[in-house]
């Protein structure tokens, strides 16, 4: 893929790929009543270790880089008095209390866009540092729970080498498939950026409490995606470049869609999908599963 220019024909593709909010619900306003997840500084600091080197910062410039090399062992009493302090203030944003006056400049995200071989437009969004780090410590906290919830049917999250298990066992189902049995490979259009926030956050609210005041927080408001000197906005689905996003979109979306599947095979990577039918049946499987996808 190359880089796509930055103009006006490519923004409103970009554009496109963002629809307006949809009030489908209201989910419910948090409460500071309610708990929420409190983590110390060995876990930020562990959260923080794990950035892939070379990743990207967001439009205030600071990378996940520099936030590694100043909590390093290396840096001596000012790295611990700095994780301390991280870690204040990433458990500040998971109890949901970033001032209303910074958040639209927390939750943006820097945009650029990539040409595809079949002429698409793939957009890819980056978000501030600081942002993803709180993000990336929630995520950590809850990743256990949420792949035993997801296991086996959905290998997107949480589960080490998830990719080559789905391709053996695939490989291995096809070698034995019975007459008349046929494989569908489903992969849903513009999924992250489609589902609706309100059944995302109502599903949040129910399963994972500890997380609403934070999921809440990033997703109740529109969100700024910069792209060049144009700014669009992100009003539904799960925001690209979160680390949150693939939780909350497996937990809202492939949860109810796996379960509607009857098929002996049925195998997800986020909104990848590998089923299973004699032909006779397969037809009414995918409207089953189309159906219960406009859902969400």
């Not at 790295?79 to 400049?105: D, H, M, Y």
């Not at 650029?112 to 501030?128: T, Y």
């Not at 609706?196 to 005041?213: A, C, E, G």
């Not at 098929?263 to 159906?291: P, Q």
Request: aromatic share 8%; proline share 5%; hydrophobic share 40%.
């Amino acid at each position: 893929m190359t880089l796509a220019l930055f103009d006006d024909a490519t923004a409103e593709v970009l554009r496109s790929k963002h629809p307006a909010r949809t009030a489908v619900s209201t989910p419910p306003s948090p409460t500071f009543v309610d708990t929420c997840l409190t983590l110390s500084c060995h876990d930020i600091s562990q959260v923080t270790k794990s950035f892939r080197p070379g990743s990207a910062g967001g439009l205030d410039g600071l990378r996940p880089q520099h936030l590694k090399d100043m909590t390093s062992g290396l840096t001596g009493d000012a790295g611990v008095r700095l994780l301390s302090q991280l870690n204040e203030l990433i458990n500040l944003c998971l109890s949901g209390r970033v001032p209303e006056a910074i958040q639209q400049v927390f939750f943006r995200a820097s945009l650029c866009a990539l040409d595809k071989k079949d002429g698409e437009i793939c957009p890819i969004a980056v978000g501030c540092s600081l942002r993803r780090l709180s993000a990336k410590a929630a995520c950590s906290a809850v990743k256990a729970k949420m792949a035993a919830a997801f296991h086996p049917t959905q290998l997107g999250f949480g589960i080490p080498r998830a990719t080559e298990a789905a391709a053996h066992a695939a490989y291995c189902y096809i070698q034995h498939l019975q007459p008349g049995y046929s494989i569908l490979k489903l992969d849903f259009s513009n999924a992250f950026n489609s589902v609706f926030r309100d059944v995302m956050l109502s599903t949040v609210h129910n399963q994972l409490p500890k997380l609403y005041r934070f999921v809440y927080l990033c997703y109740s408001k529109s969100s700024h995606l910069h792209f060049g000197n144009m700014v669009l906005t992100s009003d539904e689905g799960a925001q690209q470049g979160d680390p949150l996003g693939p939780t909350v979109y497996c937990m809202m979306a492939t949860l109810q869609l796996m379960h509607s599947v009857t098929s002996e095979m049925n195998m997800w990577y986020l909104d990848n999908g590998t089923i299973d039918r004699h032909v006779d049946n397969l037809c009414n499987e995918f409207l089953a599963i189309k159906c219960a996808g406009e859902q969400v």
